[in-house]
């Protein structure tokens, strides 16, 4: 089967067999290509003509790969940025034409459930149940608590991610203290909303998702190339996130492209990711967060099942 993710920042496919009984998915091909859909959604309300052509260019090389690996089930999952734009039917029209099945516009709800069904299967023993899992995309933050027993309990999307709150925000190169501030205080009126909608406070564990979050943990474990073996279900303390912030939103975008698990697509918003993921942590009171390189990818193919 094939899963298709595409968000504001990028579109990602995940081509599977699955398992006999509970076992792990097996992978055929993971792909990610950064193509920022979202450009300028937060300020214009409209996909850009440049940005839908940018995604046109992967979604037609991963139809192609999708075609010559005989897949027979596809799911094309689409978030934040095709949720929020007045246009969203020139993207749903382009997807249709080049893959060949519609996108489905998936509410924040179900992205948030998606996302926890993909993170949750097969975390370790460590890892204590509750969980508040977060995904820090490029429009929006899912966040969502539960256990693998027992589902989901709560889950809610707000409208902070890497991308807007870039764009929203963090102009400098770097960004002035006074960026930040602002930045923070908006990410942090959002956490709270979403912390009096779900009961966050009361997890045991935090599983951060995406790729902020995973470029954050792999720049604290000081990987010197992007290793997925070892970023995931890697633990993280709150003190390490906050010393990489700091350290991402002091520097310039050539700084960040000099760390060599720095994807060039992210470079410019990772500051903004980080952020985000360090306010979440303050407010929630979480010592650690355990990265998970599994997430509503997964979970879209777990769909097919």
């Given at each position: 089967?094939?899963?298709?993710?595409?968000?504001?920042?990028?579109?990602?496919?995940?081509?599977?067999?699955?398992?006999?009984?509970?076992?792990?998915?097996?992978?055929?091909?993971?792909?990610?290509?950064?193509?920022?859909?979202?450009?300028?959604?937060?300020?214009?309300?409209?996909?850009?003509?440049?940005?839908?052509?940018?995604?046109?260019?992967?979604?037609?090389?991963?139809?192609?790969?999708?075609?010559?690996?005989?897949?027979?089930?596809?799911?094309?999952?689409?978030?934040?940025?095709?949720?929020?734009?007045?246009?969203?039917?020139?993207?749903?029209?382009?997807?249709?034409?080049?893959?060949?099945?519609?996108?489905?516009?998936?509410?924040?709800?179900?992205?948030?459930?998606?996302?926890?069904?993909?993170?949750?299967?097969?975390?370790?023993?460590?890892?204590?149940?509750?969980?508040?899992?977060?995904?820090?995309?490029?429009?929006?933050?899912?966040?969502?608590?539960?256990?693998?027993?027992?589902?989901?309990?709560?889950?809610?999307?707000?409208?902070?991610?890497?991308?807007?709150?870039?764009?929203?925000?963090?102009?400098?190169?770097?960004?002035?203290?006074?960026?930040?501030?602002?930045?923070?205080?908006?990410?942090?009126?959002?956490?709270?909303?979403?912390?009096?909608?779900?009961?966050?406070?009361?997890?045991?564990?935090?599983?951060?998702?995406?790729?902020s979050v995973t470029t954050v943990v792999a720049l604290a474990e000081g990987l010197r190339e992007y290793d997925p073996s070892r970023?995931?279900?890697?633990?993280?303390?709150?003190?390490?996130?906050?010393?990489?912030?700091?350290?991402?939103?002091?520097?310039?975008?050539?700084?960040?492209?000099?760390?060599?698990?720095?994807?060039?697509?992210?470079?410019?918003?990772?500051?903004?990711?980080?952020?985000?993921?360090?306010?979440?942590?303050?407010?929630?009171?979480?010592?650690?967060?355990?990265?998970?390189?599994?997430?509503?990818?997964?979970?879209?193919?777990?769909?097919?099942?």
């Amino acid at each position: 089967m094939g899963a298709i993710d595409c968000g504001t920042n990028s579109i990602r496919l995940l081509i599977a067999d699955l398992p006999g009984g509970a076992g792990p998915l097996v992978d055929v091909s993971r792909r990610m290509e950064i193509v920022r859909l979202g450009q300028g959604v937060d300020q214009t309300g409209r996909l850009a003509p440049e940005a839908i052509e940018r995604t046109r260019v992967a979604l037609a090389d991963y139809a192609a790969e999708i075609e010559k690996a005989g897949v027979e089930r596809v799911r094309m999952c689409a978030t934040s940025a095709s949720r929020d734009a007045s246009n969203a039917g020139d993207f749903r029209a382009m997807v249709e034409r080049t893959l060949g099945v519609p996108p489905e516009v998936v509410t924040g709800d179900e992205e948030a459930r998606l996302s926890f069904t993909g993170a949750v299967r097969g975390l370790p023993a460590d890892a204590e149940p509750p969980y508040l899992v977060v995904d820090i995309g490029g429009g929006s933050t899912e966040f969502v608590v539960g256990t693998r027993t027992d589902g989901v309990r709560a889950a809610i999307s707000v409208d902070i991610g890497c991308v807007r709150m870039t764009e929203r925000h963090l102009h400098g190169d770097p960004p002035t203290p006074a960026e930040i501030a602002a930045a923070e205080a908006d990410i942090a009126a959002a956490v709270d909303r979403a912390l009096a909608a779900v009961p966050g406070r009361e997890a045991a564990t935090l599983v951060g998702l995406a790729g902020s979050v995973t470029t954050v943990v792999a720049l604290a474990e000081g990987l010197r190339e992007y290793d997925p073996s070892r970023i995931h279900h890697a633990r993280v303390s709150y003190e390490q996130v906050a010393s990489v912030t700091a350290a991402l939103l002091g520097a310039t975008r050539e700084q960040r492209l000099t760390e060599p698990v720095m994807h060039p697509g992210r470079a410019d918003v990772i500051g903004a990711g980080a952020l985000v993921l360090r306010v979440i942590m303050e407010r929630a009171g979480m010592p650690s967060v355990v990265a998970s390189e599994h997430d509503i990818l997964d979970g879209i193919a777990w769909s097919l099942a």
